[in-house]
């Protein structure tokens, strides 16, 4: 691909107006430039303008059902393989975020089901016992009436690591009818692009609803005037990011932010019979593999309980083939120096683990420098601490799953998804202890990578936490009674 | 000096120091006088050094398969502090060197020398060659804990050492439990711009940025006699503000005076016996060259294969004067191979995590008592 492809979205700027600024990518055997607007501090100004206009007059105005059917449709023509837009997507996320393609596509895939119409159905109705809540006022359990407003300008910075992740964020914004401006990210900026023109095409009037933009990362001016122009920011990174974004935005603002987060894997002997075993080391993979254990819910220790017929050593083996064969099937992205230094770093401190006594002291190391993956072995339990990633994991024998706990508990602020092979019993008891260290996510293994709709990300709440909530209390209703031109005299 | 081995020390070893010292002294080497030596220290090392022998036998390298230093596999430094590296028990060695360690509780790695000699003779003929330049005597001002606070510091004897050899008897360290001696380096700066006396201030690049701060705040500025020179090392450890090097060597030329092509960085660290320098920071970043009983390779960090020249890499080295640990080591550093040296481009800091999954280095800063 030669001429540059432009990447977001910037209703009532005329594109020779805007100073743009070209991103290389090149992976997965292709490479392109990505052209990145450069907002001047006027110009961010008068889009937060023309979307919080446009978004009283064409979203607020319709009925969150209304809304969910546009995002449906949109989804619906991503889910569609031979759409055109769908396609583009296929061919420029593999060269912008290095994936294997088929890794994309499939996860792409899977991902985008939780935003048909009954799934955003069901975001909705997690957060709101009467989703007409978002449309008008509503009777309030307490009596009297509720209504529930969206920020009138809702500002996200998105995070690149996994593709797709802006979707979350800006279909909630939808949702609860705010106009959105999103900040992509220098390391995925196509995928919210697409997804914003994808939207206009289906319905025309919300072209002036939404922008799309980009800064340099660290630039106060665009940032700063887009936070102080907001409603409510809301911003995905790392602590340093969000601790960036967190000081620029007014004390007044809601500042809802999502930070890092670390998954781990529970075997349970229940699942390491002969059958089982080696059916769970194959989905346990998976939560490995999928998107190079890049996102929050990636999993980068698993902890294998000992008494099954499947000892943990031999389910560590029966991982390592897995990673193995993942490794053909989707091959693993090309490493930047940094990262292959980080990897060959964590790589080294298991190998001196097991170099370092007579005896490897339990400690072993599976897969040579050369292999795509590396899986550290030890006979005890190690501490919970993130891998490099790229399919690096750290396998521990556990005498039993409540001994994870402890390991867990310093690192609450830290905990996310937990994959979890148990029984239904288990299920709850361990579900209890694990949520009271600090996990907020219970998934079954090989499901890590896929929330279902409505999940509580971190915890919280998606659609409530972006909306303000208006009480007409019951006793404004009984004082407006007796001012009705209807009302009779009392006869006091 | 000749270093007198105890005799509980392993025979084998004493000839190969002695034979190390001479091959120090000489002016130079072929690739062929230096293979040799790199031989006979892999095969000690190989012998004595159990933790390093099944690090090659991983890697089936033995002093029988290998030939030539470039086969000699490079032991990473965290491996310095996971496992003990000395072919001579560490109870019987002359010295021991630890890394700083910035955190509390953290594993500090160790560098053992059974004899300080071969260190020392190193660190003398490598400084006199691009420091010294062939100047007699100066003061030296140091910008680091001396030798005896700090008897576990490479640094601290490199420093102490030049004093020693290079210094006047006024040479001494401005760094004590109070931390910078503000108003004592001011004398001597000044003292040494009254008698046109050329000197040399050196310490850690971090003390060497808050003696510019601490000096620029009292709107202080020297113009240092011809012939004076700083060296700087090791970076800023998150210890100082994070100075671009321009800025940096600008602000030494502004505030001392000293032309750029005359500060030096030195770049050396616990787990190698022996020091790079640059010839100046006319320009950054500048060429590190190596004494003649050091080679350098560019390496794929994961793969360990040999990177083109122009290629950005992780350095490794050999270090011949490492006799008791590991002559070959395996960096964290960032470099790429230039005329007869190498361009030192920064650590590899690992991967910085995107968006919200965790980078270690975070992690562990989070989960630090």
């Given at each position: 691909m030669s001429s540059p492809w432009r990447a977001g979205h910037l209703p009532g700027l005329a594109p020779d107006a805007v100073q743009w600024q070209a991103l290389h990518y090149a992976a997965q055997g292709g490479h392109l430039d990505v052209e990145v607007p450069m907002l001047t501090d006027a110009q961010m100004q008068a889009l937060a303008a023309r979307v919080r206009l446009a978004a009283q007059a064409q979203?607020?105005?319709?009925t969150v059902d209304t809304v969910i059917g546009i995002i449906d449709r949109a989804v619906a023509r991503l889910l569609d393989a031979r759409d055109p837009v769908r396609r583009e997507a296929d061919a420029l996320l593999p060269i912008v975020t290095g994936f294997d393609a088929e890794m994309v596509r499939l996860g792409l895939t899977s991902y985008l089901q939780a935003f048909r119409a009954p799934q955003l159905q069901r975001f909705v109705a997690q957060d709101f016992a009467n989703p007409k809540v978002l449309d008008g006022f509503q009777p309030a359990v307490k009596g009297g009436a509720v209504r529930a407003f969206g920020p009138a300008l809702l500002a996200h910075v998105w995070a690149g690591n996994v593709p797709g992740l802006p979707l979350w964020s800006l279909a909630c914004g939808l949702l609860v009818k705010a106009g959105n401006i999103g900040k992509l990210p220098s390391a995925e900026p196509v995928f919210a692009t697409l997804f914003a023109r994808l939207l206009c095409e289906v319905h025309p009037p919300l072209a002036d609803c939404l922008a799309v933009v980009w800064w340099k990362g660290g630039q106060p001016g665009p940032a700063v005037t887009l936070y102080r122009a907001s409603d409510t920011v809301l911003a995905y990174g790392g602590s340093a990011a969000l601790r960036e974004v967190r000081a620029q935005v007014p004390a007044s603002t809601r500042f809802i932010a999502y930070g890092h987060k670390l998954g781990l894997t529970l075997v349970g002997r229940v699942a390491l019979d002969r059958q089982r075993g080696p059916a769970a080391a194959r989905r346990a993979a998976l939560d490995i593999v999928r998107w190079e254990q890049q996102g929050c819910y990636s999993s980068h220790a698993v902890y294998v309980e000992r008494g099954g017929a499947v000892s943990p050593r031999d389910f560590a083996q029966h991982l390592a083939a897995e990673l193995a064969n993942l490794g053909h099937r989707h091959p693993r992205r090309a490493l930047a120096l940094n990262e292959a230094q980080a990897v060959a770093t964590w790589r080294r401190a298991a190998e001196w683990r097991a170099i370092a006594a007579t005896d490897g002291g339990g400690n072993e190391l599976l897969g040579d420098a050369a292999a795509p993956w590396a899986l550290a072995y030890s006979d005890r339990p190690q501490p919970l601490v993130p891998t490099a990633g790229q399919r690096c994991v750290q396998v521990s024998a556990v005498d039993a799953l409540d001994d994870v706990l402890p390991l867990l508990a310093p690192h609450a602020a830290f905990l996310q998804t937990v994959g979890l092979a148990t029984t239904p019993a288990e299920l709850y008891r361990l579900g209890e202890a694990l949520g009271r260290v600090g996990v907020t996510r219970i998934a079954p293994l090989g499901g890590m990578t896929q929330p279902e709709a409505g999940w509580h990300h971190d915890g919280r709440f998606n659609l409530a936490d972006l909306v303000r909530m208006v009480d007409i209390e019951q006793a404004a209703e009984r004082a407006a009674d007796a001012l009705a031109p209807y009302a009779q005299e009392s006869g006091e | 000096m000749n270093p007198s081995l105890q005799p509980t020390l392993l025979p084998a070893l004493q000839p190969l120091v002695d034979r190390l010292l001479a091959f120090l002294a000489q002016d130079g080497c072929s690739d062929a006088e230096f293979d040799d030596l790199a031989a006979a220290l892999f095969e000690l090392q190989y012998t004595f050094n159990e933790p390093y022998r099944r690090f090659c036998q991983r890697r089936s390298a033995t002093p029988r398969s290998v030939s030539g230093w470039r086969q000699v596999p490079p032991v990473p430094i965290s491996a310095f502090k996971d496992a003990t590296l000395s072919c001579v028990p560490p109870a019987d060695c002359e010295r021991v060197f630890m890394t700083s360690g910035t955190s509390r509780g953290e594993v500090k790695g160790r560098n053992h020398h059974p004899t300080i000699a071969v260190w020392d003779r190193s660190m003398q003929r490598h400084f006199e060659q691009r420091f010294m330049q062939g100047s007699g005597r100066m003061p030296m001002l140091l910008l680091f804990p001396d030798e005896d606070q700090l008897p576990n510091s490479s640094l601290a004897r490199y420093l102490s050492l030049a004093a020693r050899c290079h210094g006047t008897p006024d040479s001494r360290s401005y760094i004590g439990p109070q931390g910078l001696d503000v108003g004592g380096l001011r004398a001597a700066l000044d003292k040494a711009v009254a008698q046109a006396q050329p000197v040399a201030l050196m310490g850690a690049s971090f003390s060497v940025v808050h003696l510019l701060d601490a000096l620029r705040e009292q709107g202080l500025r020297y113009a240092l006699p011809a012939g004076s020179r700083i060296l700087d090392t090791g970076g800023y450890k998150g210890q100082?503000?994070?100075?671009p090097p321009d800025a940096f060597y600008n602000g030494l030329a502004e505030t001392f005076g000293v032309p750029r092509s005359r500060c030096i960085n030195m770049y050396g660290m616990t787990e190698l016996s022996s020091q790079f320098y640059d010839a100046?920071?006319?320009?950054?970043p500048s060429v590190k060259r190596a004494p003649h009983w050091v080679r350098s390779r560019v390496l794929d960090p994961l793969s360990g294969q040999e990177l083109a020249r122009g290629e950005r890499g992780v350095l490794a080295h050999c270090d011949l004067a490492n006799f008791n640990s590991a002559i070959a080591i395996l960096t964290e550093d960032v470099g790429v191979a230039v005329g007869d040296g190498f361009l030192l481009l920064g650590r590899a800091e690992g991967a910085e995590a995107k968006g919200c999954s965790l980078a270690v280095q975070e992690f562990l800063e989070a989960t630090r008592p």
């Open positions: 979203l607020q105005t319709l | 100082a503000r994070d100075l100046g920071n006319q320009t950054v």
